[in-house]
């Protein structure tokens, strides 16, 4: 049975809460000591949402990452939904904004969460592919992702994290003290796809998602279709 998404609050100039300045602080100082963390591209961010952010995500560390390169309160990201019945770690996404999906991106409730907040004017990022890639490459872009991606009219950008599957890969119980660079590619649109019959211009979105994304990856690395 499909949980209920929960709905984000409407973006506020308020400060951010205390949980989400002291979680944030601890994971970017470990995140700088242990992963010499940096942020390339900020000068392609618009001065202000919203905004679609199309993300690889080949490890837990990703949403921390991402998390910590958001420039923005209110910003939203979409996670894993049973990341949400861990305690502690749950009341720390839920601080950050988080919304919580189904591992194959088709939530319909989520979807319409992400839409909502777009409307709002913040920042929504997602993972292209709807779900997390195993083999730590760049498989092809959830299709239900690419349809949001024609049907939205804020900006878009592709955002990819480095070195987080060589820090933490599927299974692994503790980080290596890998680097991991964030990187953030140009804004772009694709709101002239609008006029292909729907199959088609899905078809084109996920191919030109996928192709900015590869191009923020290492060489190797945009590979795997798993």
């Given at each position: ?41 900020t000068e392609n961010l618009p001065a202000r949402p919203p905004l679609l952010a199309l ?172």
């Amino acid at each position: 049975m499909a949980h209920p998404v929960p709905t984000a609050e409407p973006p506020s100039d308020a400060p951010p809460s205390t949980l989400t300045r002291a979680s944030k602080a601890i994971l970017l100082a470990y995140f700088r000591v242990y992963h010499r963390y940096r942020i390339v591209g900020t000068e392609n961010l618009p001065a202000r949402p919203p905004l679609l952010a199309l993300t690889n995500h080949v490890s837990l560390l990703d949403v921390p990452a991402f998390g910590l390169a958001d420039p923005w309160p209110g910003s939203v990201l979409v996670g894993k939904a049973s990341l949400m019945q861990v305690p502690i770690v749950s009341q720390v996404l839920r601080s950050w904004g988080v919304i919580p999906v189904g591992r194959d991106g088709r939530d319909a409730g989520a979807l319409r969460e992400m839409l909502r907040c777009l409307q709002q004017g913040r920042l929504v990022a997602v993972a292209a592919e709807g779900t997390r890639n195993r083999a730590g490459g760049l498989g092809e872009v959830n299709p239900v992702l690419a349809r949001l991606a024609i049907t939205t009219d804020a900006p878009l950008i592709a955002l990819a994290a480095i070195g987080t599957y060589r820090a933490l890969p599927p299974g692994a119980w503790f980080p290596r003290p890998t680097p991991i660079q964030l990187r953030i590619g140009p804004m772009f649109d694709l709101r002239h796809l609008r006029t292909l019959p729907k199959e088609e211009g899905t078809r084109q979105a996920s191919i030109e998602i996928r192709r900015r994304l590869a191009d923020l990856l290492p060489p190797g690395h945009a590979t795997s279709r798993a």
